[in-house]
């Protein structure tokens, strides 16, 4: 029977200061999450004093029952749900198309394609010709304004394309032999084997989608089509100048001080329930899809 190799003193000297160094780097990261959270349970003098740490003081909900109680708020979250649904839905398809056309090394232009997405990452229209764009297209005040111009993120696109690539050539030669086609190749050999780069890029789009703002506020003008992020972003502004529209502001800037709090509470709660089940394909997806096999 062959006993166990004990580790040296050098190896327990350092598993014990890496542990040390790693909890002291997970609590000075979690402790401004665990203190936001406190302050949106706060009272308002209580924030203003500096006496909210890791626990709410002067417990007041004040702040959530003002925009619970708001039908628009209802309203702009149903709208982020939505508008983020659709445009990840429309980013992977994309995504996942250019990335899996790149990824063959025999195409004619590929070349051509790649110095297109990598152009973007450096250069762009500009604002005023991307809303002179949007508008001339009569995108405006529709969820197309917000999915079309943000479908492909050139980062992702590299990754996936890298994974793509690391996928062993024989499996595809096997499927066509089978009589697949190139849609079946991707859709029955090619996906089922990238679970994990798909999950993770489903979580990059979901996230940017969902904590998106600027698009909205500059492509829709009508209050009921905005999402959340516009909603609570106007209220942290009125709130903060005593200016702005609606029962919900004007209450509001009574108890400023835990605005930021609160909103920030609200429009990170779904992606941190998202997060735990993709979690476990998240950094295999990275790596896979950064490091070629």
Not at 34 to 41: C, D, G, K, T, Y
Not at 45 to 61: H, M, N, S, Y
Not at 174 to 179: E, K, L, N, T, Y
Request: hydrophobic share 50%; glycine share 8%.
């Amino acid at each position: 029977m062959v006993s166990a190799v004990r580790p040296t003193r050098g190896r327990r000297v350092f598993q014990c200061v890496n542990g040390v160094i790693l909890t002291l780097v997970v609590l000075l990261t979690l402790y401004p999450f665990f203190n936001i959270i406190a302050r949106s349970f706060s009272g308002e003098r209580q924030i203003r004093a500096g006496e909210v740490t890791l626990w709410p003081r002067g417990f007041d909900l004040t702040t959530y029952e003002i925009v619970f109680h708001d039908s628009m708020f209802w309203r702009n979250y149903g709208n982020t749900v939505f508008y983020t649904v659709v445009s990840t839905a429309v980013a992977m398809v994309l995504t996942t198309c250019y990335a899996y056309v790149l990824s063959k090394r025999n195409l004619k232009g590929r070349g051509a394609l790649v110095g297109i997405a990598v152009f973007t990452m450096f250069f762009t229209g500009g604002l005023i010709p991307n809303y002179v764009l949007i508008t001339s297209l009569g995108l405006k005040n529709s969820v197309w304004a917000i999915a079309l111009p943000n479908a492909i993120s050139v980062f992702n696109l590299l990754v996936m394309n890298a994974f793509f690539e690391s996928l062993p050539s024989e499996l595809e030669e096997a499927a066509q032999i089978d009589g697949l086609s190139t849609y079946g190749i991707l859709l029955r050999i090619v996906l089922p084997l990238s679970k994990a780069v798909v999950a993770t890029m489903v979580l990059f789009y979901s996230v940017s989608f969902w904590n998106s703002w600027f698009s909205a506020f500059l492509y829709m003008d009508r209050t009921e089509l905005m999402p959340v992020t516009v909603y609570l972003r106007n209220l942290l502004a009125g709130a903060t100048s005593g200016t702005g529209a609606g029962a919900a502001t004007e209450q509001l800037t009574q108890v400023s001080a835990n605005i930021q709090a609160v909103t920030i509470v609200l429009t990170s709660l779904p992606i941190l329930c998202l997060y735990p089940f993709v979690q476990r394909y998240f950094v295999s997806g990275v790596m896979l899809g950064a490091v070629k096999g």
